[in-house]
């Protein structure tokens, strides 16, 4: 069953630089661009099936006008009809399934990673930890915190929340996930390319919202080493790290202590 | 005390004074006469009046937001009080407009009359519905009049940005209080509808032959039975979680805020096709009237709103795919295969209209414009049911984009029917250059308003931002955007400048359409129990057969040429579904 | 009557399936609780509708060639007009006030319903509204 999927996507993936966009984009990550091609995939078939029933629907309102007083035939079955638009839309709903899972099964896949971040949302800001290091970067409304990972490097990226749900989501990446309070979230992504990359809060967390900004950079390894070397911190990370821990540990998030509480 | 009296046998010249003291009212006058009826008519034409009020309330609030998104730093109104508008733009679309408008006005008036019974079920529980719906809708909008102001985290109070730690004040209480309120209503109204259908039919009015604005309506109401109590139950534990130091939603005390997503989109989806079905419902019967035919595919479409009604209950989760902690396949599979049913309706509206006689009166152009409009929708829909897909656009424009296609798509299908139910109910017509007026520029707007937002969605804006500082370049969509909410909103004013230029102007008659079910029979308005007489009921279309012997529908083998076809599937299950009654008989 | 049975025992029939595959599945309690729930929601007026219809004789309503003639009668006697419903309604509204801004609310909330339920009793059993 996969792999009788697999095929034709794959063909997707090879001419994908022939087929429409649909208004998506490759974007940054592997993870990304599986996902636009299945957004070409589900496009195609949206533009096809939209199209025939708006063919349909205006052939139908240009030819069958009213004309006089007559009445039409009162047909109101007709079952070879019936039995296509019963039939062929469950194949098209199978085959869209299936192709999903292929996507969805690489997505939430967790390889092993070379690097990890515990990301951490809070009102309004953000915190990125990288544990095993000494550096821990933080940022609110009036600062954007920057989180910076290496290229073509499995990337674990631990997503935790302080007090309400927060939205990672980058757009770059073609993906988003609940920062969720009590949760440790757990996915992996893989840069292809390197450059800023703005990301942002989607979901509504108070009164900051809209201004609850990010940027990811992604660097080549030896600038990811440089610059971990030079904002190493032992004395930040150290209180970072504490209440990190103690999160993952109990699943009880408590409210960082610091500078955190303008609401 | 009037005994509910069901009409005298079917006759065909009909003295109309016959029967004296049923057809008129004797009681009070005036305002106390529109409080103490119990009268289905008069409850849901104050519903119908009350949910249009509330759906311009709800319009002047995207108005607004809207004009605070036509830049990037917009400074029309505080982020607070964005918050609080777009929170009270969808708690007054969902709950207070939508819902009601179907359920409570248009299907309160119509599905009595459509099954040939002299009123609702409950009448008395009919009119504590209304007032239920009433006092709610105050008690939510009075959050605007509090100190702290209106609920303003979203209509769908995620804990916990609920909780009494973030979200204080006496707005959110209000907004629990109104929806509580709100949310008995409804269930009132499932009761009244269900018992109603099932035990108020007039004779010969067998389930296979309700019309199917009645059958979508039916699902309906026991999709209210099963989601609504489910809302009114996490409601309660969301007031306790604020006000008596429970922890069901905090993860402080133990508790798990996910359990609120889950609990609110149980709801929450049943609810997509509690909003749904009854525009489904009035589409339905509009096109079948103007095309002079019946409805393509009867079966079919019965069965498709019921594996709707059947499937709604799995699909609630396709809501929290990014939560990260719900099990995707299931609800990405069950979302799909919702695309099934929906697909067999849009191609049943099609045939119906296949080989007709059209008739772009405004109720007709209103349905045309659902039906492309519900297209658009439906298609991004099926986007959001592939997990990957929803990461990508999950709480952007785009989700918001795809909603506003299918809100606005039932807007489309709502006013459709007020122009045709309009009548029937009032006994007056609507004008029709206003109405046609009106359409143009509801249903222009309804795509240039939320198209920019496809693209918006799509370019990483995520909604419920009162700005957008770092991205200038979404201004000019928006300002597209801004521009189409605009038409929307000309064409509620002319909705309400043709009501009242048209006030009392055109009578129209017991049957001005041609139009096939029972409501048609009875005179507009109709008397106080509905009918002075019934027609022999021999098929869903009762009026057509009275009306066009000669042109019964030809799965019914009794007139016309050529042959017909029934499809085995369907008529299995309904002969199946009959067949012990045919033993009864 | 047996059509709106099997349709509802349909319904729940098919929301226990629903409510087996996504617990077994997901292992997730409180969506499998509610889809449980909702299964009993439909099975039991719907078993309750099946065993009646088993032992009524067919209504008028489901026989596909019944006359007008055979529904005539009085399906049931209500007050034409009633002032309770309205009563109640502003009782409930003031009980969610109090909820809100405070107990004292209740007095007048539980006040208009109580009077409301005595009156919609008292109206049904007089037989004429107020």
């Given at each position: ?7 034709p ?11 429409p ?21 589900f ?33 109101q ?24 899972l ?20 809070f009102?309004w ?22 989180m ?6 499995n ?12 939205g ?24 292809v390319?390197?450059?800023n ?33 030079s ?33 | ?16 004074d ?50 605070q ?10 982020l ?14 969902i ?93 009132f ?44 139950a ?57 095309s ?20 709604s ?11 990260g ?99 029937k ?94 409501e ?6 109709p ?43 369907a ?15 | ?9 349909g ?48 209504r ?71």
């Amino acid at each position: 069953m996969r792999r009788f999927v697999a095929l034709p996507l794959g063909a997707l993936a090879l001419s994908g630089c022939t087929v429409p966009a649909f208004g998506a984009h490759k974007g940054a990550t592997t993870e990304s661009s599986s996902v636009f091609h299945l957004w070409q995939g589900f496009s195609i078939g949206a533009v096809i099936i939209g199209g025939f029933v708006t063919v349909l629907f205006v052939y139908a309102i240009l030819r069958f006008r009213r004309k006089g007083d007559n009445i039409p035939r009162q047909a109101q079955y007709h079952l070879p009809a019936e039995v296509i638009y019963t039939v062929v839309p469950i194949l098209v709903v199978f085959g869209l399934f299936a192709a999903t899972l292929v996507v969805e099964n690489k997505e939430v896949a967790n390889p092993k990673a070379n690097v990890t971040v515990d990301v951490n949302a809070f009102q309004w800001g953000w915190k990125f930890t990288y544990p095993h290091t000494e550096t821990v970067v933080i940022g609110q409304t009036t600062q954007d915190p920057t989180m910076v990972i290496p290229v073509n490097t499995n990337v674990h990226i631990n997503l935790t929340s302080t007090d309400v749900i927060h939205g990672f989501y980058v757009r770059a990446f073609n993906f988003s996930r609940y920062a969720l309070p009590g949760v440790l979230n757990q996915f992996t992504l893989e840069a292809v390319k390197t450059g800023n990359f703005s990301g942002q809060c989607t979901q509504l967390c108070g009164l900051y919202h809209s201004l609850m900004f990010f940027n990811v950079k992604v660097v080549s390894k030896s600038q990811y080493t440089a610059w971990l070397a030079s904002t190493a911190n032992p004395v930040a990370f150290a209180a970072a790290q504490k209440t990190t821990g103690q999160q993952t540990a109990t699943q009880v998030p408590t409210k960082p202590a610091s500078s955190h509480g303008d609401n | 005390m009037v005994d509910l009296i069901t009409p005298p046998p079917a006759i065909i010249d009909v003295d109309h004074d016959g029967d004296e003291g049923h057809d008129e009212h004797h009681g009070a006058t005036g305002i106390l006469k529109w409080m103490t009826s119990t009268d289905h008519k008069v409850i849901g034409l104050s519903y119908t009046v009350t949910s249009v009020v509330m759906l311009i309330i709800g319009g002047l609030f995207a108005e607004i937001i809207r004009a605070q998104l036509a830049s990037p730093n917009g400074t029309l109104v505080s982020l607070a009080q964005y918050n609080e508008l777009f929170t009270m733009h969808g708690s007054v679309m969902i709950y207070l407009f939508a819902g009601p408008f179907a359920f409570g006005g248009l299907a309160n008036i119509i599905v009595p009359i459509q099954i040939g019974a002299p009123d609702m079920a409950f009448p008395r529980l009919n009119a504590l519905s209304y007032w239920l719906y009433l006092m709610g809708s105050i008690t939510m909008l009075m959050g605007f009049f509090t100190a702290g102001g209106a609920a303003n985290f979203g209509w769908v109070a995620y804990a916990p940005l609920s909780n009494s730690i973030n979200t204080p004040g006496a707005g959110a209480d209000l907004w629990i209080g109104g929806l509580l309120l709100t949310g008995f209503s409804a269930i009132f109204t499932g009761v009244n509808l269900t018992a109603t259908i099932f035990y108020l039919r007039a004779p010969g009015m067998t389930m296979f032959r309700m019309p199917i604005f009645t059958w979508n309506m039916l699902v309906t109401a026991i999709l209210i039975l099963l989601a609504f109590p489910v809302l009114t139950a996490g409601l309660i534990m969301l007031y306790c979680d604020r006000h008596f130091g429970t922890h069901i939603f905090s993860v402080a005390g133990g508790g798990v805020p996910v359990l609120w997503q889950h609990i609110f989109w149980f709801w929450g989806h049943p609810e997509v096709y509690i909003l749904a079905l009854p525009f489904f419902g009035m589409a339905t019967e509009i096109i079948a009237v103007f095309s002079k035919k019946p409805v393509f595919g009867y079966k079919s479409m019965v069965f498709a709103t019921l594996s709707i009604g059947a499937l709604s209950l799995g699909v609630w989760a396709h809501h929290m795919f990014t939560t990260g902690v719900v099990l995707l396949p299931f609800f990405s599979f069950m979302s799909l295969m919702i695309a099934v049913p929906t697909g067999i309706k849009i191609f049943n509206w099609i045939g119906t209209m296949w080989r007709g006689e059209l008739w772009f009166s405004t109720a007709m152009l209103m349905a045309l414009g659902f039906l492309f409009t519900f297209l658009i929708g439906g298609l991004t829909g099926i986007y959001l049911a592939s997990p990957p897909l929803d990461f990508f656009t999950h709480d952007t424009y785009f989700v918001v984009a795809h909603f506003h296609s299918i809100v606005m798509a039932l807007v489309l299908a709502g006013m459709g029917g007020l122009y045709f139910w309009g009548p029937k109910i009032t006994g007056y017509l609507l004008n029709e250059k206003f109405g046609r007026i009106q359409f143009w520029f509801l249903f222009i707007g309804t795509q240039v308003f939320t198209f920019p937002q496809y693209i918006l969605g799509l370019d990483g804006m995520p909604r419920r931002i009162a700005m957008y500082p770092h991205s200038p370049q979404w201004k000019t969509l928006n300002d597209w955007s801004t521009f189409g909410a605009i038409l929307v909103g000309i064409s509620m004013i002319v909705f309400v400048v043709n009501v009242g230029y048209s006030w009392k102007k055109y009578p129209c008659g017991d049957n001005p359409w041609d139009a096939q079910t029972l409501e048609w029979f009875t005179t507009s308005p109709p008397p106080h129990h509905n009918f002075y007489r019934l027609p022999q009921i021999r098929s869903e279309r009762p009026t057509w057969d009275y009306n066009h012997p000669e042109h019964r529908s030809l799965a019914h083998g009794t007139g016309g040429t050529g042959t017909h076809h029934e499809p085995p599937l369907a008529n299995a299950i309904v002969g199946a579904l009959e067949h012990d009654q045919d033993h009864d008989a | 009557m047996r059509v709106e049975a099997k349709l509802l025992l349909g319904l729940g029939a098919f929301f226990g399936v629903m409510a087996v595959v996504y617990w077994n599945w997901g292992h997730e309690n409180a969506g499998g609780v509610m889809m449980f729930a909702g299964m009993l929601l439909c099975l039991v007026p719907g078993s309750y509708y099946y065993w009646w219809s088993r032992r009524m004789k067919a209504r008028p309503e489901d026989d596909p060639n019944a006359t007008q003639g055979e529904g005539a009668g009085v399906v049931g006697s209500f007050p034409g007009s009633s002032i309770f419903p309205f009563t109640l309604g502003m009782g409930a509204f003031f009980v969610v006030l109090a909820l809100v801004f405070g107990i004292w609310f209740l007095v007048p909330g539980l006040g208009l319903a109580a009077w409301a339920l005595l009156g919609a009793t008292a109206e049904g059993r007089r037989g004429g509204h107020v």
